[in-house]
C-alpha cells in the first residue's frame, strides 16, 4: 500500500508553524495567529516532581544534550550525578572463530540433515557445538558503553536537608531544592546544549547567586572499570578548583592484561571545577580517626558563592587532551548566559510540533517522552543503543546496550516521522551507512549473494564481521529490509529528493538485491519443499519466537518477513520512478516484478472465537503468545493493511488484534501502534499499561506481562526495569500522534483513533508527501483544519464535516461537497478546512 509522491523540482520550502484554527469568518490564512499556549508552555506543565531524596538511579532526574548524560540522584547527604555520553564505549570487539563458522550454505546443509524426529535443535550434537561456538564472541562482556563517572556534592546533613527536586522538561533545567536552616536554596543543574559539560549554580528563592552549602567534592571513575584496563590519570589542579581523571579505552587487551598502544584506542575525561579553590583535609572515619582524603575528593572553602562545571571529553586516545581541556571558569554569568542559549535551542525543538490534549496524563506521556528523546539523540552523534547515553555501573550495558534490529533500534526512530523531528533520524540514517560495510560483506562472503544482508546485532565499533552469526536469531531475513525501512519513510514524509539520492538510494537498493536473490534461490522456488510457482523466503525466523526448529516447521513465509520484504520492493520501485533510474535497474525490477506477481499470502489460522485469524508462521497455533506483536506485522511496521483496507480484510485484522495475546517486555509501542492504525486502540487500557511500566524517572521500562510465553509463574516480571533507561519507548509519542492523525498511506484521517468527547488540538503533524497538518477537535467536533504542502504533492484528506465545509488555499474559498477531498497543491501553500 506504499503510495508514490512525485515532488516538483523546486526549492525546499521552510516548515512554518501552524495556527490553532478557530471557527471564525476566513480572515485569510496570513492574518491567523498562533495559537496559546505555546508548546514549551504546554512542555512545561509536566515537570517532573520528587518531593524526597531521590538516591535510586532510576528516580533521578535526566538531562543530556543528545550526546552526553546525566542522571541528577539525591541523597539526604548529597547530591550525586552520573555521566553516560553515546560515543564512549568499551570498543573492545571479539572476532573469533572466523573459519569455524564456515558459511550459509555449509550450515544449511547441516541443518537438512538433521532428523525431524527430536524436538529441538540444541538436542544435535553437531548443531549444539556450532551454537556455541557462533556465540562465543557475543558471549563477551564487551563491547558495551561505558559509563564517564560520577560527581557527589557533599553536605553537612546538621546545616543543610535535601527536600526535594523538579525537572523542567521545556528547558532542561533541573531544580534541587534545599534548607539551608530555614533558607530555601536552590541548586540549578542543566546540561549545555551545544558543548558536552554540566553547569551548576546555587541561588536563592529569587534567582541570585547564593552562599556555598557544600562541604566536599568526589569524583568517581566507574566501578565496573575492567582491572585490565590502564589505570585512570588524574587532572586535578586545586588552586583551579579542579577535579578529575582521564581513562583510556584500549582497542585490546592481551591475555596477561598487557594493553599495547594502538590507533584504535579511545579516551575520555571527566572533570568538575567550582569558582573557588579546593583543599585537603582530614576526615572523620568509621572508627573515629582520621583519614586523609584520597586524590579525587577535596573539601570546598566555606565562603561566596557555589557555581561549577562537569565537564567531558571523548574521542580516540591521542585526540584528548592529557590536561583538562575546558578552562572556563564557571561563574552566574556563564550559567545565565548557557542557560538563555539553550532556551533557544529547546524553543526551536518544541516549536516543531504540539499537542494539547482532553486527557492530562496523555498529553504528559506526549511531552516528557519526547524531551528524553531530544536529550538521547543528536546528529553527529553516535546514535543511541538499547539503553541511551545514561549509564553507571552495569546499568546499560545489558545485552551489549546494543543496536538489536529486530524493532528496538528502529522503534524510537517511528517518533521523528509524525512528530516532524526528520533531523532527529539522521543518526539512525547515520547508522545504517557505519554498518553498509559489514552488511555487504556479510551477504557476500556469508550468503554468498549480492547486495547488503544487515545483522541482527552490532556495535558503534569496527567490526570485519557479524557480531552474532548464530542461525537462529541471526537468519531473521526481516532484519535487512527492516533497517533500511526508515530511509524510505524520511524520504516520504520529507519529499526530500536529495537525501532519496544521496543517502537512502543505495542502501534500499542494496537490500533489495540481497533479498531478490535470496527469494531466487532454487532452496526457495523449487524442489520438493514447494507444490506451487510462488517463491518463498526460506529459511527465516520469526523474530523472538520459535527460533530454528527441526524440519523447517516455523522457519519460512513468516509474515514479518513478508510484509517488509514487500514494502522495500515497493519502495525501491518507486525510488526508480522518482530518480528515473529505472532504465538502468531494469533487471533488478523485472526481478521484483516476478517475485510479487507469485508471492506467498500471509500466514493464517483458525481461532474457535474469532475465525481465520493472521499469525507470524505457517503452521502457527492461533493462541501462540507472542514477544514481538508478530501477527499484526503487515498492518504496521508493514502498512500493507490499516483502516484503507477492503471491508473483510479490515475485519480479519481486527480480529487478529483482539485474538493477539502477548507476554510483554517489547508490546508497550509496537502494538498499541498497530491498533491505533486499526482504530481499535482504548485509550483508557493504554495508559494503565503505560503507567505499569512507568519508573519513577518518568521513563517507562519494557515490563513481563503474562506467562505461557517464554515466561513462567516464577518469573520476575520486572527483571528489565533496573537494565537501563529504554531508549526504545520514548516512541511512546508516536502512538498518541496515530490516534489524532493519520497520514502514512498518502491520505489523511483526522482523529481516527480519538474519542469523540475528549477534546484534543495538534500543530504540525507530519503526514506522507511532506504536509504539516494541524487540527483541533472541540465539543466533539472538528473546529479547524490547516495543512501546509512543502514540496506541492496532491493532498488527499477524508473531510471531517462528511460532505460539509469549506476548504480556502491561495486562490480563494470553496465548497468541499465531498466526503474526499483531492487537490494539487503548490510547494509552500497553506490550506484551510473549516466547518
Keep these: 500500500m506504499a503510495i508514490t509522491f512525485f515532488p516538483k523540482n523546486t526549492k525546499r520550502t521552510s516548515c512554518l508553524i501552524a495556527a490553532l484554527l478557530l471557527p471564525l469568518p476566513f480572515i485569510g490564512y496570513k492574518e491567523i495567529v498562533i495559537g496559546k499556549p505555546e508548546a514549551k508552555e504546554l512542555a512545561r506543565r509536566h515537570s517532573i516532581v520528587c518531593n524526597k531524596p531521590a538516591p535510586d538511579f532510576f528516580s533521578g532526574a535526566l538531562l543530556g544534550n543528545g550526546g552526553l548524560g546525566v542522571v541528577v540522584t539525591t541523597r539526604p547527604d548529597a547530591i550525586v550525578l552520573y555521566f553516560g555520553h553515546n560515543n564512549v564505549w568499551d570498543v573492545r570487539v571479539a572476532e573469533n572463530h572466523r573459519e569455524e563458522l564456515k558459511d550459509f550454505n555449509y550450515v544449511f546443509d547441516k541443518l537438512k540433515k538433521v532428523p525431524t524426529s527430536i524436538a529441538k535443535l ?52 533541573c531544580t534541587v531544592r534545599l534548607l539551608a536552616g530555614k533558607k530555601k536554596v536552590f541548586l540549578k543543574l542543566m546540561t549545555d546544549m551545544n558543548k558536552d559539560r554540566l553547569l551548576m549554580q546555587l541561588v536563592d528563592a529569587g534567582g541570585k547567586p547564593e552562599a556555598n552549602i557544600f562541604t566536599r567534592i568526589k569524583v568517581l571513575p566507574d566501578p565496573s572499570t575492567p582491572a585490565e584496563f590502564p589505570h585512570y590519570e588524574t587532572l586535578n589542579s586545586l588552586a583551579d578548583g579542579t577535579l578529575g581523571f582521564r581513562q583510556i579505552l584500549p582497542d585490546a587487551v592481551g591475555k596477561n592484561r598487557e594493553v599495547a598502544a594502538s590507533a584504535e584506542d579511545k579516551a575520555f575525561s571527566l ?30 572553602s566555606a565562603t561566596g558563592t557555589f557555581s561549577a562545571m562537569v565537564s567531558l571529553s571523548e574521542g580516540r586516545d591521542t585526540n584528548v587532551p592529557q590536561k583538562l581541556a575546558d578552562k572556563t571558569e564557571p561563574s552566574h554569568n556563564l550559567f545565565t548566559a548557557t542557560l538563555r542559549q539553550n532556551v533557544r535551542e529547546w524553543s526551536r525543538y518544541w516549536s516543531k510540533s504540539s499537542v494539547e490534549l482532553g486527557d492530562n496524563f496523555l498529553e504528559e506521556v506526549w511531552y516528557r517522552n519526547l524531551y528524553f528523546f531530544n536529550c538521547a539523540v543528536k546528529d553527529g552523534v553516535q546514535s543511541p543503543g538499547l539503553f541511551a547515553n545514561w549509564s553507571y555501573n552495569t546499568i546499560g550495558s545489558r545485552w551489549h546496550g546494543d543496536y538489536h534490529f529486530n524493532y528496538n533500534i528502529q ?79 524520511h524520504y516520504t514524509y520529507s519529499g526530500d529528493t536529495t537525501f532519496l539520492r544521496a543517502r537512502a538510494y543505495e542502501p534500499i537498493k542494496a537490500a533489495t538485491q540481497f533479498l531478490v536473490a ?36 516455523y522457519n519460512y513465509d513468516c509474515s514479518l518477513d513478508l510484509a517488509l520484504t514487500r514494502f522495500i520492493f515497493n519502495a525501491f520501485q518507486q525510488a526508480t520512478a522518482v530518480l528515473k533510474t529505472a532504465e538502468q535497474e531494469a533487471p533488478l525490477l523485472s526481478d521484483i516484478t516476478d517475485i510479487l506477481n507469485n508471492y506467498p499470502d500471509y500466514p493464517t489460522a483458525t481461532s474457535d472465537e474469532f475465525g481465520e485469524v493472521f499469525v507470524s508462521a505457517p503452521k502457527e497455533h492461533h493462541d501462540v503468545v507472542y514477544n514481538i506483536p508478530l501477527s499484526l506485522s503487515p498492518v504496521f511496521p508493514g502498512e500493507d493493511g490499516g483502516l484503507g483496507s477492503e471491508k473483510n480484510l479490515l475485519q480479519q485484522f481486527r480480529n487478529t488484534y483482539r485474538n493477539h495475546q502477548n507476554e510483554g517486555g517489547n508490546d508497550l509501542v509496537f502494538l498499541n501502534m498497530q491498533a491505533a492504525r486499526l482504530g481499535l486502540l482504548d485509550l483508557d487500557q493504554f495508559k494503565r499499561q503505560v503507567n505499569y511500566c512507568l519508573l519513577p524517572n518518568g521513563t517507562a521500562a519494557n515490563l513481563v506481562s503474562q506467562t505461557r510465553g517464554r515466561y513462567t509463574d516464577q518469573s520476575n516480571f520486572t527483571f528489565m526495569a533496573d537494565a537501563g533507561i529504554w531508549f526504545e519507548n520514548f516512541a511512546l509519542p508516536a502512538v498518541i500522534n496515530e490516534c489524532l492523525m493519520q497520514g502514512y498511506d498518502g491520505l489523511i484521517r483526522l482523529f481516527p483513533n480519538w474519542p469523540k468527547e475528549k477534546d484534543a488540538t495538534f500543530n504540525n503533524l507530519r503526514a506522507a508527501g511532506a504536509f504539516l497538518v494541524s487540527a483541533s477537535q472541540q465539543d466533539e467536533k472538528v473546529t479547524g483544519v490547516k495543512i501546509i504542502s512543502e514540496k506541492g504533492n496532491e493532498l488527499r484528506i477524508i473531510n471531517p464535516w462528511g460532505t460539509d465545509g469549506d476548504v480556502v488555499t491561495a486562490a480563494g474559498k470553496r465548497a468541499i461537497g465531498k466526503s474526499l477531498l483531492v487537490l494539487k497543491t503548490t510547494p509552500g501553500e497553506v490550506i484551510l478546512l473549516r466547518p
Design 411 to 489: 522503534q524510537p526512530f517511528w517518533l521523528t516521522f509524525s512528530s516532524n523531528h526528520l533531523e532527529k533520524n539522521l543518526p539512525y540514517v547515520n547508522l545504517v551507512e557505519f554498518l553498509m560495510p559489514l552488511s555487504r560483506r556479510w551477504a557476500n562472503e556469508y550468503y554468498h549473494l549480492p547486495g547488503a544482508a544487515f545483522p541482527h546485532t552490532a556495535y558503534p565499533v569496527q567490526m570485519s564481521m557479524n557480531p552474532f552469526p548464530i542461525p537462529d536469531w541471526g537468519w531473521e531475513i526481516s532484519e535487512t529490509p527492516w533497517a533500511v525501512q526508515g530511509l524510505w519513510w
Design 518 to 553: 535470496y527469494m531466487k534461490r532454487p532452496d526457495a522456488y523449487s524442489g520438493n519443499r514447494w507444490k506451487d510457482d510462488k517463491y518463498h523466503i526460506f529459511p527465516t525466523v520469526p523474530p523472538e519466537l520459535h527460533g530454528l526448529t527441526p524440519g523447517f516447521n
Design 122 to 173: 540444541t538436542q544435535n550434537k553437531w548443531y549444539k557445538e556450532y551454537h556455541k561456538t557462533a556465540s562465543d564472541n557475543y558471549n563477551k562482556p564487551y563491547p558495551r558503553p561505558f559509563p564517564c563517572g560520577s560527581v557527589v556534592l557533599g553536605f553537612d546533613r546538621r546545616k543543610v536537608e535535601l527536600m526535594g527536586h523538579e525537572l523542567d522538561i521545556s528547558n532542561g533545567v
Design 271 to 300: 572533570a568538575v571545577r567550582v569558582n573557588s579553590r579546593l583543599k585537603k583535609i582530614k576526615q572523620i572515619n568509621v572508627n573515629g580517626g582520621l583519614d586523609e582524603m584520597p586524590d579525587l575528593e577535596s573539601a570546598v
